[in-house]
């Protein structure tokens, strides 16, 4: 007898995001190092963050994210954490379903209600985790660069 798939189902992943102290020697590293292809790199002034994508052939990406001002906060998780991992995405099929189910279970949920949610890293073995509806374009790969 086939069961049918629980709704917060993680489907696989969907790319990663690294927090990187310097962009561009980053960018150097994972391109010129590892041969990464760089597809996209953009700098938010107003987020204070610059970001580089990296495709990789499993159809996946990996996201290079650095503080452009000490006052982003993507400084403050340099100064708490030290560069690393920041985020892990993984896709869901529906990510209402998703958020119900998982609050049902008492996951600890980032920014339920919303587009953009997360598993807190206290509900995940230390590892922040976003759910990624499989169907979500990226603003970067897919022709929406706003």
Known sequence: MTQAPNPATLLGQDHVV????????????WRDQFGLPLQYEV???EQGISQAFFPL?????????????SESRVAE???????????LAMQVDDLDSSVNSLQEKGVELIGAGTDRVF??????????????????????RDGNNA
């Open 18 to 29: 690294l927090v990187v102290a310097d962009i561009e020697s980053a960018i150097a590293n």
């Open 43 to 45: 700098t938010h002034e």
């Open 57 to 69: 052939a499993d159809g996946t990406f990996m996201e290079l994210i650095a503080p452009t001002s």
């Open 77 to 87: 998780i340099l100064r708490e954490k030290g560069e690393g991992i920041h985020v």
């Open 119 to 140: 598993i807190h890293p206290d509900s995940a073995n230390g590892v922040m985790i976003q759910l990624w509806p499989k169907d979500r374009p990226h603003r970067w």
